[in-house]
């Protein structure tokens, strides 16, 4: 188990399924075990015998608990069980001004990137893209860098992220750090829950979509005006997706040419974030210094709450 990167003791997680519910009945005691090994006192938020179709509970049931659990006094992180779908059925339900008022740390990933982008446009509070019980905390053998980038992150009020981005043009430009998962990027366009971002560095990644799709909808935040508005865009994993013959060459690199080309702002990639094992934690809504010599990168993050209090300051 990881043994040096630890929260604050007594740290208490709460545990909710705003989304979909865990396939594994395995999963949610593999990943209270683990957090319960870093100090943490574990509250669930969630009964993992409760399903309603594809989600973990009905509705009403999942809104009424993250509010719960944002209402919580002993409650530090609310930690969301998995992505899928499901946040957007409860935007317009989200007490979004409360739950910044609460202090929590509000933690997923995916779909949760709904919930991001809806605190961000109605509050301006930062909350965090990273890891969640499935399959981060889950699994058998959870990734010490996950882990790690994790609890550092969320335990001091700035971090910094190294990454190498071959092709990737050199540059020491900052500005509000913001976006996740592309597809729900896209599908809060022209909503009260996209923010409006002026001088933003925009992380984004993506699975199991093709990279005409990707193409697609970056196009779409292009012609919506919204990319105009970033200094730059930073790619994360793009995975799982599947090229046929029919593609004549057109892989995601020759997409990412074409945006190069297109979009008229510098696009990175290499950002340890998505699908995927390892991936760091991102403050959505902090405030990121990006630094980098054409292929080593540095993200440096700061402006955002953390556990150890106080939010050290950074200049766009």
């Known amino acids: 188990m990881i043994t040096n990167s630890h929260p604050p003791a007594g740290t208490c997680v709460a545990i909710i399924a705003p989304g979909g519910y865990a396939a594994d009945e395995n999963a949610l005691p593999r990943a209270i075990a683990a957090l319960r090994s870093f100090g943490c006192i574990v509250k669930l938020f969630h009964d993992p015998a409760e399903r309603h179709l594809r989600f973990g509970g009905s509705d009403e049931t999942r809104i009424a608990r993250l509010h719960a659990a944002a209402a919580d006094p002993?409650?530090?992180?609310?930690?969301?069980?998995?992505?899928?779908?499901?946040?957007?059925?409860?935007?317009?339900?989200?007490?979004?001004?409360?739950?910044?008022?609460?202090?929590?740390?509000?933690?997923?990933?995916?779909?949760?990137?709904?919930?991001?982008?809806?605190?961000?446009?109605?509050?301006?509070?930062?909350?965090?893209?990273?890891?969640?019980?499935?399959?981060?905390?889950?699994?058998?053998?959870?990734?010490?860098?996950?882990?790690?980038?994790?609890?550092r992150c969320v335990s001091a009020p700035a971090c910094t992220i190294e990454f190498i981005g071959p092709g990737s043009p050199p540059a020491d430009l900052a500005g509000t750090l913001w976006g996740g998962n592309l597809t729900m990027v896209t599908?809060?366009?022209?909503?009260?829950?996209?923010?409006?971002?002026?001088?933003?560095?925009?992380?984004?990644?993506?699975?199991?979509?093709?990279?005409?799709?990707?193409?697609?909808?970056?196009?779409?935040?292009?012609?919506?005006?919204?990319?105009?508005?970033?200094?730059?865009?930073?790619?994360?994993?793009?995975?799982?997706?599947?090229?046929?013959?029919?593609?004549?060459?057109?892989?995601?690199?020759?997409?990412?040419?074409?945006?190069?080309?297109?979009?008229?702002?510098?696009?990175?990639?290499?950002?340890?974030?998505?699908?995927?094992?390892?991936k760091v934690t991102l403050p959505v809504g902090g405030v990121g210094?990006?630094?980098s010599d054409g292929e080593s990168c540095r993200l440096e993050i700061g402006s955002y709450p953390s556990l150890g209090g106080g939010v050290y300051a950074m200049r766009r």
Not at 215 to 236: C, D, P, S
């Open 289 to 291: 210094r990006l630094v």
């Open 74 to 151: 002993e409650v530090d992180i609310v930690l969301a069980l998995r992505g899928g779908y499901g946040m957007s059925r409860l935007l317009p339900a989200i007490d979004f001004q409360a739950l910044a008022a609460s202090g929590k740390l509000f933690v997923g990933h995916s779909d949760f990137t709904a919930f991001h982008l809806g605190m961000l446009a109605r509050t301006g509070a930062v909350t965090f893209a990273g890891p969640m019980v499935c399959d981060d905390f889950s699994r058998e053998e959870p990734s010490a860098f996950t882990l790690q980038k994790f609890w």
């Open 187 to 278: 599908h809060l366009l022209g909503t009260p829950y996209f923010p409006t971002v002026y001088g933003g560095i925009l992380f984004l990644e993506d699975v199991n979509e093709h990279p005409y799709r990707v193409e697609r909808m970056l196009l779409q935040l292009w012609h919506a005006g919204v990319l105009a508005r970033q200094k730059a865009i930073v790619l994360g994993d793009f995975s799982a997706y599947r090229l046929s013959d029919y593609d004549n060459g057109y892989d995601f690199d020759a997409m990412l040419r074409y945006l190069r080309e297109t979009l008229g702002l510098p696009v990175w990639t290499g950002l340890p974030f998505g699908h995927t094992r390892d």
